[in-house]
């Protein structure tokens, strides 16, 4: 593993923000943090930078223990949410910023920006202040700027957040094909999923300063390690109840759902997520009432381009599907049948852990 840590922790006061965390990141890997704000993401983060000592642990970056030295002597870098750009300095000069402060002789600056203002598309825009540039072109110089020191690793803490939808979606495109192309890890910390499962090889879940998964974004996707990963990326419908021999009476709808048997003792409370593209709907009666198909009506379409989110009324719940335009559609009032296959749904025990 080209970045290890091992056992890091870190205490404010009497919370551990980062809390017994072990990870090793590839040579070329993207790696995202991905949890809700507060979760110890950028802590993390900044340990590995050096901008922050751990209490407890370690940190190996290419083979060499870091945990003592500077930022500037780990040859990692850094980009900041809020970009961090200096305001009265043209993006040349913010560009060239991290190298003066190498002392790195002129020639060698001149170079090294006229090839991040390459990869990067910054041509031409040389002598503009920060404020005559768009939002992607801050953004663009801020990764820049840390890239242009030819680091080892580069670490990124929401650095999209600050961006509309349109070009979030376009950056993290570029942001992906720049670390492709560059072989070199990127550690990019979110709390938004679909960053996280847009651009990285594995996704390490973070919660409560613990990695709860760390694993490849299809798995983190598919297959939920805890209720708490399913409950936190897609979009998912959540029944919980008691498990009987027959099945799980779900509590709040008083739906009998037909789940695997195993691993689960009757009696024992479970809850159950089924992600809204896994909910197929079918026209009230033409299908066969079977396991878990369940009466339902729209209440509400919204229409989200290729797909259609319904949000169906069931007793007194609501249920959420999304499905392809492509497929039939339904309008508010419909009466309809909403069901799911045993594959398509995820069951932990009252922990939110899988039953093994
Ligand atoms: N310098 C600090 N002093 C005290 N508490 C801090 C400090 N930095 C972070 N924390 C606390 O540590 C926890 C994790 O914070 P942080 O790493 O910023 O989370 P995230 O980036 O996931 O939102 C939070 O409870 C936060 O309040
Ligand atoms: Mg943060």
Redesign the pocket.
Same mark, same amino acid.
Request: charged content about 25%; cysteine-free; glycine content about 20%.
């Given at each position: 593993m080209y970045i290890t840590l091992d056992g890091v922790s870190?205490q404010?006061?009497d919370?551990w923000?980062?809390d017994r965390v072990n990870m090793g990141i590839g040579q070329s890997e993207f790696v995202s943090?991905l949890?809700?704000?507060?979760?110890?993401?950028?802590?993390?983060?900044?340990i590995i930078a050096g901008l922050?000592k751990p209490t407890t642990g370690r940190v190996l970056i290419d083979g060499v223990d870091v945990t003592d030295l500077p930022p500037h002597r780990r040859g990692v870098a850094m980009v900041f949410q809020e970009f961090l750009l200096f305001p009265h300095r043209t993006v040349y000069e913010n560009l060239a910023f991290p190298l003066r402060m190498l002392k790195l002789p002129k020639a060698e600056i001149e170079e090294r920006v006229a090839w991040v203002v390459g990869i990067l598309s910054l041509a031409g825009l040389e002598k503009r202040y920060p404020n005559q540039l768009s939002g992607g072109q801050q953004q663009r110089v801020a990764l820049g700027r840390g890239l242009v020191g030819r680091p080892k690793a580069l670490l990124l803490?929401?650095p999209l957040a600050n961006l509309d939808r349109e070009l979030r979606q376009e950056m993290e495109v570029e942001i992906r094909r720049h670390q492709i192309a560059l072989g070199i890890p990127f550690i990019y #910390?979110t709390?938004n999923q679909e960053e996280a499962l847009s651009m990285s090889d594995r996704i390490a879940v #973070?919660r409560r300063?613990r990695i709860e998964d760390f694993a490849p974004r299809t798995q983190i996707y598919d297959t939920p390690r805890t209720a708490f990963i399913a409950q936190f990326v897609g979009r998912s419908n959540r029944f919980e109840g008691t498990l009987d021999g027959a099945g799980m009476l779900a509590s709040d709808c008083g739906a009998r759902l037909a789940v695997p048997a195993a691993g689960l003792a009757a009696g024992s409370r479970a809850m159950l997520f089924v992600k809204n593209e896994k909910l197929r709907l079918d026209p009230a009666g033409a299908t066969p009432a079977g396991a878990n198909s369940l009466a339902c009506t729209v209440k509400d379409v919204i229409l989200r381009g290729a797909y259609a989110d319904y949000i169906l009324a069931f007793g007194n719940r609501e249920l959420n599907a999304s499905r392809p335009r492509s497929e039939r559609a339904f309008l508010a009032g419909e009466a309809v049948t909403a069901s799911f296959d045993a594959a398509d749904m995820d069951l932990f025990d009252a922990d939110g852990e899988r039953p093994s």
């Open positions: 870190r404010y006061g919370i923000a980062v943090l949890g809700p704000s507060g979760s110890g993401k950028t802590t993390l983060l900044r922050e803490d929401e #910390v709390h #973070v300063g």
